[in-house]
């Protein structure tokens, strides 16, 4: 009996100061199979009958203490870990919340696919060229051979006397022209960027956005032409926008029109944004002229099209209200924070 007090004793007074380590050695040294505990039923057998039962009741009372007194410590080292995890992972929530960066398109990039939703959804393809483009492509088959006047319309950046940085993106409707003269009809849109040698200001860039499209097939007319911008317009701008014709001259079309719209400000009453006329001008078409379409082999007599071209920083200032060109490529962070999603 003084045996089993003395073990109860130096177990519960271990297990007291025990950490994780330690107290997985005392259960080993005090409960297993060969532990001290086990080892007292060894002297059961000196033991008279009367006394066996008393002893073996004892043991076991013995066993369960200690037993109770590891799982309590191992419980309280536990919490005890718990806390000071917790303690070391607290989150201050009297602390102002931190709302992250996140990125969204750029206004031009926006536009470009506005436009390019309406027209593939009219059964258009969307082309794209090289921005380095030869000089066949730009201006002479676009009927703007050497010498032409028109050529001096846009100053243009030269690499060599036959390769330039293209000055417009109708350089990749002479290669859809061209690559599909025996697949009429055609009808592309060609977004892309384009390069002038250009002063730089509230209203122009050296470098800037088009998307022009072109149609090409048998009977086609300026009331296809007409049709197509009025839709593109109204779903772009306004579902009450009204377009007017006016004369003009581009090299590649005949007839030629400068397209208006009604202002999407003030519905056409006058307004700062339209200076007071209801109208604001938009873009650039007409129809493709003859000697475009015999260049690429197709038969100026049986086919027809339209072309028509809108600068994207143009769409994009109107439609955002945007008033200098510059702040579409300043990458600043505060302009462009107006386009999150």
Not at 69 to 78: G, R, Y
Not at 150 to 159: G, I, L, P, S
Request: some cysteine; proline content about 4%; aromatic content about 8%.
């Amino acid at each position: 009996m003084l045996d089993l007090e003395k073990i109860k004793e130096e177990a519960l007074t271990a297990i007291a100061g025990a950490d994780s380590k330690v107290l997985e050695e005392l259960r080993i040294e005090y409960l297993s199979k060969k532990g001290k505990i086990q080892g007292l039923m060894a002297q059961m057998r000196e033991l008279s009958p009367e006394e066996k039962p008393l002893f073996g009741q004892k043991v076991n009372d013995l066993k369960n203490a200690v037993s109770a007194a590891l799982e309590e410590k191992k419980e309280s080292l536990e919490a005890t870990l718990l806390n000071a995890k917790m303690e070391s992972e607290k989150v201050d929530i009297s602390l102002d919340a931190y709302t992250p960066e996140i990125g969204s398109l750029h206004p031009l990039t926006l536009v470009q696919q506005e436009l390019e939703d309406i027209f593939i959804g009219m059964g258009y393809n969307v082309a794209e060229g090289p921005e380095v483009e030869l000089d066949v492509y730009n201006f002479t088959k676009a009927n703007t051979p050497e010498g032409h006047p028109a050529r001096d319309m846009q100053d243009t950046f030269y690499v060599d006397a036959n390769t330039l940085l293209r000055s417009q993106t109708t350089a990749i409707q002479m290669r859809e022209l061209e690559k599909n003269a025996d697949k009429l009809p055609i009808k592309v849109i060609c977004p892309g960027k384009v390069y002038r040698r250009d002063d730089d200001d509230a209203t122009h860039s050296h470098q800037f956005n088009q998307c022009e499209g072109l149609v090409v097939g048998e009977n086609i007319t300026v009331a296809d032409l007409k049709g197509t911008l009025e839709l593109m317009i109204r779903e772009m701008f306004s579902k009450d926008a009204k377009i007017r014709f006016r004369p003009s001259y581009f090299p590649f079309t005949e007839p030629s029109f400068e397209v208006d719209m009604t202002c999407h400000i003030c519905g056409g009453k006058g307004c700062p944004t339209c200076k007071g006329t209801g109208w604001i001008e938009i873009l650039g078409s007409g129809m493709v002229h003859p000697n475009v379409l015999d260049m690429a082999n197709i038969d100026s007599k049986k086919y027809t099209g339209f072309a028509f071209g809108v600068g994207l920083e143009r769409v994009a200032m109107l439609k955002y209200g945007i008033t200098d060109i510059r702040d579409l490529y300043a990458n600043d962070v505060r302009f462009l924070n107006g386009f999150k999603r």
